[in-house]
């Protein structure tokens, strides 16, 4: 089913405002859902259907909503922002989604994650994902859009990287912790050496006790942890969302 969706948008490039509005093919199942926006033209009817219900099922998959846009209505400085906005007038801000922007005005492509696709996908990866979409299929005389955007779906799906849940986290550094004092007990246990004796005098010396041996023990160490920075760069969009995201020059 094709919907016609319009949404006016204000993004701010400095003093300038501009509107524009979304148009494309939009597929839904229960809480995610998937859309290709081509207002350039690249695709036919159906190549764009089929590739929209590609799409859906890689969402359903992934547990994020997918989107790919089509567009000359931007240019490199703007990219970002563009892609951003979109991706809130399409989805909700702060949604959990992705959204993939092929910029047919000076070939800057930009990719847009918002909700826990944040986390799903590191700045890593979003430069690996847009090498091997944009980088691969959008570069030289031969442009394969079709293939591009099915790839991404593939990418979306196998480059995720689901975070651990609190409880595991729990759990995981309740054995460490374990492990750890173990290894302490037995190291400490492992300096104390015990011999038999047969009487009192291997102890004492003339009526009293004298020291014979003395030994330092190691029994405990503090460390000190920091939080470890995370990888992916956010910023807001001038829509008000939290993005993360990555440019491809073609």
């Not at 826990?116 to 700045?123: E, V």
């Not at 050496?193 to 009293?208: E, V």
Request: charged residues 20%; hydrophobic residues 35%; proline residues 1%.
């Amino acid at each position: 089913m094709i919907f016609k969706l319009k949404n006016h948008m204000v993004v701010l490039f400095s003093v300038i405002i501009s509107m524009f509005s979304i148009s494309g093919i939009v597929v839904s199942a229960d809480e995610y859902s998937a859309v290709i926006c081509d207002d350039y033209g690249v695709l036919t009817d159906t190549e764009n259907q089929e590739l929209t219900n590609y799409l859906l099922e890689k969402s359903l998959e992934a547990n994020v909503n997918i989107a790919v846009v089509i567009s000359d209505e931007t240019n490199k400085s703007g990219a970002m922002d563009f892609a951003d906005v979109y991706e809130e007038n399409l989805f909700g801000k702060n949604s959990n989604s992705i959204l993939y922007l092929i910029n047919m005005n000076d070939n800057y492509d930009w990719l847009s994650c918002s909700g826990t696709a944040i986390d799903y996908y590191s700045q890593d990866t979003i430069d690996y994902i847009l090498q091997n979409t944009s980088g691969r299929y959008l570069t030289g005389d031969d442009l394969d859009f079709y293939g591009c955007i099915q790839n991404f779906g593939d990418l979306v799906v196998s480059e995720q990287s689901q975070p651990m849940s609190t409880g595991v986290k729990i759990g995981l550094s309740f054995l460490v912790g374990l492990v750890v004092s173990v290894i302490t007990c037995c190291v400490i246990a492992s300096t104390y050496k015990f011999h038999a004796t047969t009487d009192a005098s291997t102890y004492t010396k003339d009526g009293g006790v004298q020291f014979t041996q003395r030994k330092d023990v190691f029994l405990r160490t503090y460390t000190t942890k920091s939080a470890k920075p995370s990888d992916t760069d956010t910023h807001t969009s001038s829509g008000g969302g939290t993005h993360s995201g990555g440019g491809f020059q073609r």
